[in-house]
């Protein structure tokens, strides 16, 4: 069965500093993983995708994530935090096998400190 | 362009009445997705449509009755609702079901009294 676990619940850094937001993933077969960002009372926004090309992914304002088959990991990273980055982020599964459904991790909130 | 829109942005409903949430989307995907969102949670799949075909339904109860009238537009009809259904409830769509990054809309804000 496949997962996606969040390490950390909440996550606090200050403004300027490295934000590192961490997931795991358990599948039996080669999976998609997304991460996704969502503000308060929004909608879910798409920051970037790994679907078995570059292990290095790239997203949107300066994040990106890695994905690690050894160690099952797709880590979110950015090198500088920005005020605007205080918000809710989710580690998503998608199996490439052809289910429909995501496999959503349970989030992790992040926090940005004046 | 990969934008999805959703109305009303905020709906109050009480547990006789009868509404509809819309979702639309014109990025020619095929797949289209309904979510609940409960705080503090991620979203919750409650059905998927490909091809304008009812594929997926996680077992919702009866008073949510989706519909999909063209690749364009899904429909969430609500009826005889109860007050543990209020949510923020999403709408998705992707390219292809199952093998596309799924686009997101702003969600309406459901309450029921």
């Known amino acids: 069965a496949q997962s996606v676990t969040q390490l950390d619940s909440h996550v606090s850094v200050s403004e300027g500093t490295p934000v590192l937001l961490r997931c795991n993933y358990s599948?039996?077969?080669?999976?998609?993983l997304f991460w996704y960002v969502q503000h308060p009372n929004k909608g879910l926004q798409l920051l970037l995708k790994?679907?078995?090309?570059?292990?290095l992914v790239k997203g949107i304002n300066g994040f990106e994530a890695e994905f690690k088959k050894s160690e099952t990991s797709f880590h979110l990273t950015k090198p500088s935090a920005h005020m605007s980055d205080a918000a809710e982020y989710f580690c998503v599964v998608s199996l490439t096998s052809g289910t429909y459904k995501y496999i959503f991790g349970t989030g992790t909130r992040l926090k940005v400190l004046a | 362009d990969t934008e999805v829109t959703q109305t009303p942005k905020h709906l109050v409903m009480g547990m006789t009445n009868k509404k509809s949430l819309k979702c639309e989307q014109h990025?020619?995907?095929?797949?289209m997705y309904w979510y609940k969102q409960k705080a503090k949670k991620p979203p919750e799949l409650m059905f998927v449509?490909?091809?304008?075909?009812?594929?997926i339904n996680e077992s919702v109860p009866s008073r949510f009755s989706p519909e999909c009238p063209n690749s364009s537009l899904l429909n969430l009809h609500l009826h005889a609702l109860q007050p543990e259904d209020s949510a923020l409830y999403l709408c998705a769509s992707a390219r292809l079901a199952g093998v596309s990054e799924q686009y997101f809309g702003p969600g309406t804000r459901l309450t029921v009294t």
């Open positions: 990025m020619g995907h095929r797949a």
């Open positions: 449509y490909s091809y304008e075909k009812l594929s």
């Open positions: 599948s039996s077969y080669s999976p998609s």
């Open positions: 790994y679907t078995s090309a570059a292990t």
